[in-house]
């Protein structure tokens, strides 16, 4: 069973920088596709990035590209999110999450990964954005 616990969250100005952080354990033998998603109080979660364990690209909703950045230390089973330029609408409570998969599971169009594709989840951490 593949546990993933979310960390650094917290409250910033508008135009600020936050790094989240998941560590994972339990993995089986194999690669995943790794992914960062957002919830918003009365929205449905959302897909932010996508990345995979075994190589690759990674892959950014539109709304995040060129300000977020998602990377990966197989060393140490942690999955991070760099996030500079934060807007208040980035506002909402960040999970990770995580799928044994192929790589081209990995690949999101333009607004993100589906997060009905991913099996193992956090239990997120909350980012909140002052304008």
């Known amino acids: 069973q593949v546990q993933l616990v979310e960390s650094g969250g917290g409250s910033v100005q508008a135009g600020g920088s936050l790094r989240l952080s998941c560590a994972a354990s339990?993995?089986?033998?194999?690669?995943?596709?790794m992914g960062w998603f957002r919830q918003a109080p009365g929205k449905e979660r959302e897909g932010v990035a996508t990345i995979y364990t075994g190589g690759g690209n990674a892959y950014y909703a539109d709304s995040v590209k060129g300000r977020f950045t998602i990377s990966l230390d197989n060393a140490k089973n942690t999955l991070y999110l760099q996030m500079n330029s934060l807007k208040p609408e980035d506002t909402a409570m960040y999970y990770c999450?995580?799928?044994?998969?192929?790589?081209?599971?990995?690949?999101?169009?333009?607004?993100?990964?589906?997060?009905?594709?991913?099996?193992?989840w956090g239990q997120g951490t909350q980012v909140t954005v002052s304008s």
């Open positions: 339990g993995y089986t033998y194999g690669s995943y596709c």
């Open positions: 999450a995580a799928i044994k998969s192929a790589r081209w599971y990995c690949y999101s169009g333009s607004a993100g990964p589906d997060p009905a594709k991913f099996a193992y």
